[in-house]
């Protein structure tokens, strides 16, 4: 079963705006990643955010984490029409100690910038 | 540095037919997971080796389904008498020694059952 819900499900945005995507989740975590994946096509890490971690930047993305909350937000600046794609999250719930890559993911939010 | 490789990227076979997926994963990586994606959903994780032995198994892993990782290289994952829920994109993932939680997936092997 999912354990994460992502919202929107679906974002329509033009060229140069930034995209926001949420994503909620139940248990607690080792770390929070987020995937993009074009269609029909395999999966590409973006970014890890470890459970004691709040915000992490990597190039025009920008993540956030509140375990209070159980949420996270991905945030795509300046964005291009290259950046088309679904973007998942996905949490690795061993909080027991090492990561072991046993992944739960979201639905998705499917991403739309348009030229 | 080549990524991970699956094979075939697309099968279609008539219900209760087997089949059989490939992939290999990056060298020198000792983990290698198989998730499966149904159209519209993320990814549901099946099973994870590290080296030739299969750590965990998900219930979604029916007994219809079988994965192996012989040698700690390749790993093959069997659908025995396929049902036209089998119908998904087959993903497998790898990840080195150590771990840092971010896994490297290949394209994906799309199942089609008629």
């Known amino acids: 079963s999912q354990q994460g819900e992502e919202d929107p499900q679906a974002l329509s945005i033009q060229e140069g705006e930034n995209a926001t995507m949420n994503c909620s989740y139940k248990?607690?975590?080792?770390?929070l990643q987020w995937y993009r994946q074009n269609s029909g096509r395999g999966l590409v890490h973006l970014i890890l955010?470890?459970?004691?971690?709040r915000e992490k930047h990597s190039g025009r993305l920008r993540v956030t984490l509140d375990t209070s909350k159980k949420s996270s937000s991905l945030l795509i600046t300046a964005s291009r029409a290259a950046d088309t794609a679904s973007y998942f999250c996905?949490?690795?719930?061993?909080?027991?100690?090492?990561?072991?890559?046993?992944?739960?993911f979201g639905q998705g939010t499917i991403l739309t910038v348009h030229p | 540095d080549t990524g991970v490789s699956q094979n075939p990227r697309h099968k279609i076979t008539k219900r209760g037919q087997n089949v059989t997926f490939r992939c290999d994963p990056i060298s020198e990586h000792n983990r290698l997971y198989w998730y499966r994606q149904t159209l519209g959903q993320g990814p549901e994780f099946l099973t994870y080796?590290?080296?030739?032995?299969?750590?965990?198994k998900s219930r979604l892993l029916s007994d219809r389904f079988s994965a192996e990782r012989p040698k700690g290289s390749f790993s093959t994952l069997e659908i025995q008498r396929t049902e036209q829920g089998d119908s998904a994109m087959y993903l497998c993932?790898?990840?080195?020694?150590?771990?840092?939680?971010?896994?490297?997936f290949g394209e994906g092997s799309r199942l089609t059952v008629l």
């Open positions: 996905a949490t690795d719930a061993n909080t027991g100690g090492t990561s072991y890559g046993k992944l739960t």
């Open positions: 248990t607690s975590i080792n770390n």
């Open positions: 080796f590290q080296n030739e032995a299969q750590l965990e």
């Open positions: 993932a790898s990840s080195p020694p150590p771990t840092t939680g971010e896994l490297f």
């Open positions: 955010i470890r459970s004691n971690e």
